[in-house]
């Protein structure tokens, strides 16, 4: 790799959830390019998370405020690193996921966000495949129609610090009812340069299929997030529109908007962030 290759932290929001969380981590410490850092993002837990993520290493933020959205918002905002990548607990990455994230940045200087498939290693031979197909065209297919653009899946995925900064202004922190991914998904754009790479894979836990009170919670926060993200930025008839109407995924148009939010007066900041 190139000496200028951009570097990539590594962000983990946990709940609750500190034996996926040791076996995550111990796969980031095998890395055959490692991280800059690791930051573990602890949201409430009641459980040995934090001190599973300490004896790892990694660096411990709390969030108080309740939900996935504030708590990887919490670890992008402090991470380092030129590209920010995130993970679940119980996303198993493999030994190049770092490679492969730091290369794909480095390969197109435009790129603004990548994302990749995963596949559930936890459930019965039969049905894994099925329920990995299935939830990829939810996830993919069906999201990216209603966002018009690549969503990325936030146990898998990352996002270039510079576009992180210019968008996290417009996002509301204090809404535990959304997808992080999503909302980060619909708030990049639909001119945003965002690449799906089907090598870029990770295996997960099938814990929605397990679980038929999770999966009705996680459709009603994506249901929530879309609603929120079509009534902020516009829904999927404009957002076709923007994207149709420039160089689709160059990323210029909402680049301009995220100038013009950088530039903006002071006293003037976009609705959605907390106050400091």
């Known amino acids: 790799m190139a000496p200028d290759a951009p570097s990539v932290s590594v962000v983990i929001p946990v709940r609750d959830d500190a034996a996926a969380l040791e076996r995550c981590l111990a796969r980031l410490a095998a890395q055959t390019v490692p991280p800059l850092e690791v930051l573990v993002v602890d949201n409430g837990s009641l459980d040995g998370s934090a001190a599973v993520a300490r004896a790892a290493r990694a660096t411990v933020l709390h969030e108080d405020e309740p939900g996935i959205l504030a708590a990887a918002a919490r670890g992008f905002d402090a991470a380092s690193g030129d590209v920010l990548a995130r993970c679940d607990a119980d996303s198993v990455v493999p030994p190049d996921w770092v490679a492969r994230i730091r290369g794909a940045f480095a390969a197109d200087p435009e790129l603004d966000g990548l994302t990749g498939p995963g596949r559930f290693h936890d459930l019965p031979a039969p049905w894994s495949a099925v329920a990995s197909a299935a939830y990829a065209a939810g996830t993919f297919v069906a999201a990216g129609a209603a966002i018009a653009n690549v969503p990325l899946w936030g146990s898998n995925m990352a996002i270039r610090r510079e576009r992180w900064h210019a968008l996290a202004d417009r996002l509301d922190r204090t809404d535990p009812h959304v997808h992080d991914d999503l909302a980060i998904s619909m708030t ?89």
């Not at 690449?195 to 999966?215: C, H, K, N, Q, T």
């Not at 009705?216 to 249901?223: D, G, N, P, S």
């Open 188 to 276: 990049l754009g639909p001119c945003a340069r965002v690449r799906f790479d089907p090598r870029l894979r990770v295996a997960a836990e099938g814990r929605i299929f397990r679980s038929p009170a999770d999966a009705r919670r996680r459709v009603a926060l994506a249901m929530r997030t879309f609603r929120r993200g079509w009534a902020a930025e516009g829904g999927p008839g404009e957002r076709w529109a923007r994207r149709l109407g420039g160089r689709a995924g160059d990323g210029l148009a909402d680049r301009a908007a995220a100038r013009r939010l950088r530039l903006a007066p002071a006293g003037r900041a976009p609705e959605g962030r907390r106050a400091a």
